[in-house]
């Protein structure tokens, strides 16, 4: 791990109760990195990883970093009050989306495993900054390799429905299509935590997160039983 402390940072006014993922969606890791420690930016993160998995680390865990900025998950709307903030060196949908590399994603699971040990959060309250700011933001992307996490325990389950029976492998149980309306279904969205106001971008972000091979906005018995299986899986 090397030290590159960032000036933005305050005090925090929550508990961590959430670790929010994100990708530095510049050109080259130099740049992010000037970006994070940069007094002018305004932003920052508690740790910046490489593709090589160096990690680099800006902010102490006990101090408010800026990377959520205006959103809300499951009601919180001071998430970097009650985060840890991860950016993944990668040029992101502007400059050239590359997947993750896995030394990268190796990296980013030891540092969750510690904030785990550290503080009470629960896999479902690790998100993607599109998850909490859906009309902002769409990192990490449809490329964030979710199951991984999920199956280090690391985040929620991603329910796999494409041509996979019920009590599949990945030992998510599948729920069938609840029939909700379009209507229903966003209700059900802010239920599992999204902001809704915007009801398709919230869409776009569920689907980005939790059913990547097509993210279109568009409700269908697959997102909609994915979310169900969610829900029930959360107890809500
Ligand atoms: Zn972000």
């Known amino acids: 791990m090397i030290l590159r402390p960032s000036p933005n940072f305050g005090d925090r006014k929550l508990p961590v109760t959430m670790a929010v993922i994100h990708y530095t969606g510049m050109r ?22 490489a593709e090589d998995g160096t990690v680099f680390a800006l902010v102490d865990e006990g101090k408010r970093a800026w990377h959520a900025g205006a959103g809300e998950w499951r009601g919180i709307t001071d998430v970097n009050s009650a985060s840890v ?9 502007e400059f050239g989306y590359t997947p993750f590399p896995e030394p990268q994603i190796a990296a980013l699971v030891s540092l969750l495993r510690g904030a785990f040990a550290r503080y009470a959060i629960r896999p479902a309250n690790v998100i993607g900054h599109s998850d909490l700011a859906p009309t902002r933001k769409d990192d990490p992307g449809e490329l964030f390799p979710w199951p991984m996490l999920a ?46 106001a915007e009801t398709k971008a919230a869409l776009v972000a569920f689907q980005r997160h939790f059913r990547p091979s097509r993210v279109d906005g568009v409700w269908d018995a697959q997102s909609r039983a994915a979310l169900l299986a969610l829900l029930r899986a959360e107890g809500l």
């Open 28 to 49: 080259t890791a130099d740049a992010a990195l000037d970006t994070l420690t940069s007094p002018a930016s305004g932003v920052s993160s508690h740790y910046m990883i």
């Open 85 to 93: 903030g991860y950016e993944l060196v990668n040029p992101g949908s």
């Open 151 to 196: 199956a280090a325990g690391l985040a929620a389950r991603v329910p796999v429905l494409d041509n996979v029976p019920r009590g599949t492998p990945n030992g998510f149980e599948a729920a069938p299509d609840p029939g909700w309306t379009d209507a229903g279904a966003t209700l059900a969205l802010g239920r599992y935590g999204y902001g809704v």
